[in-house]
């Protein structure tokens, strides 16, 4: 639900409930913006190998399908986080995080400067075929 700006406070009113669902939404909305302005972006000769700076990527599903090493052709986003607590000293170990545009989930490390093979993350969804197709 949107909750539209109330910019004409006046002294002594009271603050509602659905005023502070505003001031919340607000909050949100600012920190969305701010998350994806700081994004980014995977063009379509990338790789997403070379992502390796700490922070959020993003590429267009016409992108996708030229990026080196994206797990799925489609629009994604990607989380890159560091994978032990002494990152500093050792950065060759991360995590990359990836949702796209089909809500699919997939993760895979850099552990000492190797890439391991993307994972995709199971959905109930997937466990429902699979019994689907399962006899006893």
């Known amino acids: 639900m949107a909750y539209p700006g109330k ?7 009271i603050v509602k409930p659905e005023d502070m669902n505003r001031i919340e939404q ?7 913006e701010k998350i994806a302005k700081d994004a980014t972006i995977v063009g379509s000769s990338g790789d997403l190998n070379n992502c390796v700076e700490i922070g959020l990527y993003t ?10 090493n994206c797990p ?4 994604g986003t990607m989380q890159v986080l ?8 050792n950065p060759a170990n ?3 995080l990836v949702i796209t545009q089909q809500n699919n989930i997939y993760t ?12 995709k993350v199971a959905r109930t969804a997937d466990f429902e075929n699979i019994s689907r197709y399962h006899v006893v």
């Open 7 to 13: 910019t004409n406070w006046a002294l002594n009113e």
């Open 26 to 32: 607000g909050i949100l909305t600012l920190e969305a």
């Open 59 to 68: 590429w267009s599903g016409a992108d996708s399908t030229t990026i080196a």
């Open 72 to 75: 799925e052709n489609t629009q």
């Open 82 to 89: 560091p994978r032990l607590v002494n990152y500093k000293s």
């Open 94 to 96: 991360l995590t990359q």
């Open 108 to 119: 895979r490390i850099l552990a000492d400067g190797v890439w391991s093979a993307w994972s």
